[in-house]
């Protein structure tokens, strides 16, 4: 959850780690520190504090501004709360070492019991505080290799890590290692970078190398070297960085949030872009491989994902039902872990994550494998955990997404999901392309050729149509101030208007800070309409024109209404609504296509309540972007 930088060059370091730190700032945000080397043997240049990272960058003086190689972080509190003291870097005894750490080392008791019997001082509560004592050590101990030293020190480490360590006998290097967390390494020319995501270096180069599992990386200006744990040498997976570095930056908006809503026609356009012709016919050649498993190996999907990416999830399982006619189901990837799920080759498992490191998903994934399943991923972040452990993966072509809030990944992972509803309809009947035993039929019910080609122009008229919704923000933000002081917000929705309404939910809980929920139509009269008084306001998504559950709806709306609701409701223009005190119109499409309309509004609604209760929109209290603690 933590986000970490390293710098080796010829430039002034303390600037592009600090930097990298801003625009990694939104995977944790209560403390910041730096440890920057300053000419061999001289001591490092240490400073850390608790609070955003503005606190730490006014307490930086001019001694900063001579290193040219060093160490940052931003972090999100596990162990200790965020405190000065509590902040990376963390140092040996002798103060010449300094590491940083991201995920949980879970065996950090018994190591600092020993360290503490050996007469080490602690001056933190954190786990990562042992990692430094142990590699001062190790350090000492092997006549003074910061490389060995790691390597002797990852293995006797239990949990999650990314670290990286300098030192000041060897000013000029960056030792990191990962397991179970994630670092990439930017490759400059005489200067090389290593972060958690290349968000940190972007602007820099588009050079990056993958590192694997207990993997050990030394950083030079000039060098990358890469080793396995008992020093192996390996060859570690480069790659060009694709995205924008504007796209990391806000650009002209307040915030984060309000560009990446904004950005959404382009991120389902790059997502769609040469996977789907007007006659429906889908091209994912990244499926390939298991395209004559899908075709006859598979009779069921069972999508594994956490927050946002779980709607996403839930809203895909319309479509593979309906039109691949596979059974789906979706299920918490943080529940899925610790049950006895009955699996068999014969299940798709399709994990979903923006980040591609959320821990919930990672280890549901490999318990998913463990008994057998074959694997999918549906991922933004190019060359992360996730899909470098899935059997093949489908990248939605989102761009970097820096709002802790979730917004176009979900209309990303939605179409992914669209897409990969149509494929499997195409391999089941042999329409792929693939001329292989996939072409043998099999008797799932899947879409007509003049069904699937309206799907299809559909997806690739939806870019213009979120465009036309994106119009309407100035009324949306203006109608969402008047709730600024209701005290609960309740979303109400059907099929696949019921899981939109859950995102709604769950990005007003994250960003307004209120209570929230999102309920099916159907059962609001089992219980949830208790909730209804006066003034409450409740958010009603319509199904549209032709829904056989349209006039259920209506009535859902009218039962609330009866009982004080303040109600809006978001409705296509073709379809008639009931009187209503607030109505959001979106574009006529598809039903299953319709939340990639109707959630717009909702992400807006939610954005503009955090702004006028006054909350911090792209870092709300408590989160952080990527998740990768369980
Ligand atoms: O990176 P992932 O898609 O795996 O993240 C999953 C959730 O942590 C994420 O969607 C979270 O719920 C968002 N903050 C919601 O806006």
New binding site residues.
Partial sequence: MCGIVGYTGDKKAIDIVVDGLRRLEYRGYDSAGVALTNGEGKPLLVEKRAGKLGNLESALDSRFGSSHSGIGHTRWATHGGPTDSNAHPHLSDDGKLAVIHNGIIENYVELKKELLAKGHAFSSETDTESVAHLLGDAFKENGGDLAEAMRMVCKRLRGSFTLLAVHSDDPKRIVGARRNSPLVVGVGKGENFLASDVAAFISSTKSAMELGQDQVVIVTPSDVTVTDLDGKKVEAKSYEITWDAAAAERGGFQHFMLKEIFEQPKAIADTLLGRIEESGKVSLPELESMADALATDVDRILIL?????FHAGLIGKYAIEAWAGIACDVELASEFRYRRPVLDPRTLVVT???????MD?LMALRHAKSLGAKALSICNTHGSTIPRESDAVIYTHGGPEIA???TK??LTQVIALHLFALYLGQVSQGTSGKPSSASSKNSRSTLSASEAKKIGSELLGLPSKVEQVLETVEALREMTRGFKDATSVLFLGRHVGFPSALEGA??LK?LAYMHAEGFAGGELKHGPIALIENGTPVIAIMPPLGSEIREKMASNIQEVKARGAHVIVIADTATDIPATDFAIRVPATDELLQPILSIVPLQVFAYEMALVRGNDVDQPRN?A???TVE
Avoid at 305 to 309: N, P
């Fill in positions: 994902a956490c927050g946002t990416a979903i994550s923006q980040s591609g490191e959320t998903t802790v809030a979730s990944a979900l769950l990005k994250e989160l972007k990527s998740v």
